[in-house]
């Protein structure tokens, strides 16, 4: 993803991660290519900024309502508020950057210096002449660096261009089909179609974006309506071109300055590009000569190629934030941070949390099965429930110290419920009596639709065939197993069938029960 936020600043360029940017208040978009829109939906509900002819796509493609949409004139230059209040203000202007239409540069005026943010453009001398560049001290130079290889030899557009017609030229009986993205190179089309005198036939959905540039009329959805057919670079592959070649002669362009694999005879690659040469690029940055250098695409580094283009001018690296710009970042944190942390809060309280699968570890042994029971045979109450608890089985009632629960059975998983009302009291927790909010712990069980009463059917122990039935063991009084129908959910399949498969549980129940008869 190609975007960044720009430090100690509310303000992001094609940057589209609300969650990591929530202090944001201007966002901004260069153009439509995907690498640059990575996050951006319809679902979008902040304003951003871009050129006209990018908000027109960016309505069509994405359908972001048009209400968040604000375009902003080219080689103007605009005054927009940082804060809410008004008091801050940055100045910027949009700058072409002869990339794909409606794509442009971003330059940012204001308490931080000057930041040029190029996104993707092709140098042109031209642009060192418009005003808004012209003689203009830039302290932070965000450059587009993806052709920055000093080993790279890529030609200039009109080179390009004139390689593609000589390979026209030397098929005059092939039809031509060229793989392009969905935005861009539409003036080589259109350069092609005049040179060659035929329409250049495109599918409807690119003739859609076509009508929303200001475009010459040479292209058509007609089927051979003309030599030239565009479509889209993933479907110039081997089986097509040779389903194309059996109907009728046919070549096929890939004007691209990436490495593509040649697998045809009939197929071109030529280095047509709309983004710089390395060779612009040191022109381009010895001209602006900024203070400092940010790489776009970051899995590059350029900057080491121009150091002795930069300004000797150190660039302040303490920027102070005015007052009323650092309020609404602060503000804007805060909010998404409690925002955050009540819908965490909604989903501990409220929602049941599924199963949690016991590891292996953490299964008792028979030996400490025993040594659990030889221990813990009388039970210590705490202070303040010596006198207030008691325990209540089927048939009668006594003091706490007389009697104890059965301990919680070997089982494949526990689940957690929302019942915070539950209160149990056994001599294998920490603490005497525990009370446990959005826990329970029972054995892995299927529920029965036929029997409503809280009828628990196990698939692998007859231990748990009744959910009502007492059990009886020398050293504690019978207890019973109950549960309510608000307690029922449906448990998951353990991940680990050869620990915990039926026989294996069945007879770790056997032997459970056995210890306690015996």
Sequence with gaps: ???????????????????????????????????????????WNRPLYCSPITAKILKHKLQVNSKWINPLEVDVCHMLPLDDCGIETVAVTLIDANHCPGSVMFLFEGYFGSILYTGDFRYSPLMLKYPPLKNKKIDVLYLDNTNCDPESNLPSRQEATKEIEDIIAKHPEHDVVIGLY?????????????????????????????????????FTVQEGGGRIHVLEQSEVIHGNMVKWNSVYPTIAILPTSRKVKIWHKNVYVVPYSDHSSFDELLEFVSHIRPCSIVPVVKTKECWLHFNKYLNSETIKNDVIIPNSVKAYMRSQ??????????????????????????????????????????????????????????????????PISEQCLIPTPLSESTMLVSN??????????????????????????????????????????????????????????????????????????????????????????EKYIRNYIH
């Design 182 to 218: 969905s935005i861009g190179k539409e003036s080589l089309l259109v350069h092609l179609a005049k040179i060659f005198k035929t329409w250049v036939v495109v599918r409807p959905q690119r003739m859609e974006l076509l009508n929303l540039f200001d475009i010459e009329d040479v």
């Design 333 to 398: 944190g805060l909010s998404s941070k409690l925002k955050a942390k009540m819908l965490k809060v909604s989903v501990n309280k409220n929602l049941p949390r599924g199963v949690e699968f016991e590891t292996p570890e953490k299964i008792p042994s028979d030996t400490e099965l025993d040594g659990g029971r030889e221990e813990k045979k009388t039970i210590v109450s705490t202070e303040e429930n010596i006198n207030s608890q008691q325990i209540t089985t089927s048939d009668e009632s006594s």
């Design 420 to 509: 915070v009302n539950s209160t149990v009291t056994s001599p294998w927790f920490k603490n005497t009596s525990q009370t446990l909010e959005n826990e329970t712990e029972m054995p892995s069980a299927i529920w029965s639709p036929q029997n409503m009463n809280g009828t628990v059917l196990s698939d692998t122990s007859v231990l748990y065939a009744e959910t009502k039935r007492n059990i009886t063991s020398p050293s504690c009084a019978p207890c019973v197993f109950s549960f309510t129908r608000a307690d029922r959910l449906s448990l998951l399949p353990c991940s680990k069938r050869e620990l915990f498969g039926s026989k294996h549980f069945h007879d770790q129940v």
């Design 1 to 43: 993803m190609n975007g960044t936020i720009l430090p100690n600043t509310p303000i992001a360029v094609d940057f589209w991660q609300i969650r990591r940017c929530s202090h944001i208040r201007l966002f901004f978009l260069s153009h439509m290519h995907s690498d640059h829109t990575v996050g951006l939906s319809s679902t």
